[in-house]
């Protein structure tokens, strides 16, 4: 929904995919990742592939990687884990092939899985990472109020989108040309269909005033 509307309705509403290098990659990389199973290092657990849901959002999905970091004694807003002591602190960690983004598309990502693992164990999460796979570094992420709210909204209009049954008009920028659904998307068609009807419309609403185009 961040990254395209539009994309996000072809694919989701409409049951349309189309994978490119990039794509693929993404998929054998988060394949990966699934197939290592959990691990426990001192005071962290790792728990990969957990299923997630959100009755409050709508929302279903699959973590790549959820970490449970001990709490000190006297912590209460964490969670109890099947077979260990204490009280655990949840923390999303997701995966992706490249650098660092300028938009937010992952931290929203991050932040439905974070709102996900709070309804499901009652704890607080306060912060997620993004590794990314081309630097091999951590990104930290705050699972802030300001991101939360832009999460909710988002999920709320998602809804509506299914319900209306409409997919958004293309609408073609610099993020289309590594889009693996442009075939079938046709920003730059649409798009100028888009525009020839404004045009028209425009151009009849405007006769009786004595102008042409």
Not at 30 to 51: C, I, P, Q, S, Y
Request: glycine share 8%; aromatic share 6%.
């Amino acid at each position: 929904m961040v990254f395209c509307p539009r994309r996000w309705a072809l694919v989701h509403a409409e049951g349309l995919w189309v994978d490119n290098q990039a794509t693929a990659q993404g998929s054998d990389l988060h394949n990966k990742v699934h197939d290592e199973g959990a691990t426990h290092r001192g005071r962290v657990v790792e728990a990969r592939a957990l299923r997630l849901r959100s009755l409050a959002l709508g929302l279903v999905g699959v973590s790549d990687v959820v970490e449970f970091h001990a709490l000190q004694k006297g912590h209460e807003d964490g969670c109890s884990l099947h077979g260990r002591d204490g009280q655990w602190r949840p923390v999303p960690v997701e995966h992706k092939r490249g650098r660092p983004q300028p938009d937010d598309c992952y931290h929203v990502q991050l932040a439905a899985q974070a709102m996900c693992l709070e309804e499901m164990t009652g704890a607080t999460v306060i912060l997620g990472y993004i590794f990314h796979a081309q630097t091999r570094r951590r990104q930290e992420v705050l699972i802030d109020q300001a991101l939360r709210k832009r999460t909710a909204q988002l999920a709320q209009r998602m809804h509506a989108m299914i319900k209306d049954g409409a997919t958004p008009t293309a609408e073609y920028n610099k993020k289309c040309r590594g889009c693996s659904m442009y075939d079938l998307c046709q920003p730059r068609t649409l798009a100028r269909q888009k525009s020839a009807r404004r045009y028209v419309a425009w151009a009849l609403g405007n006769l009786d005033k004595g102008e042409y185009p």
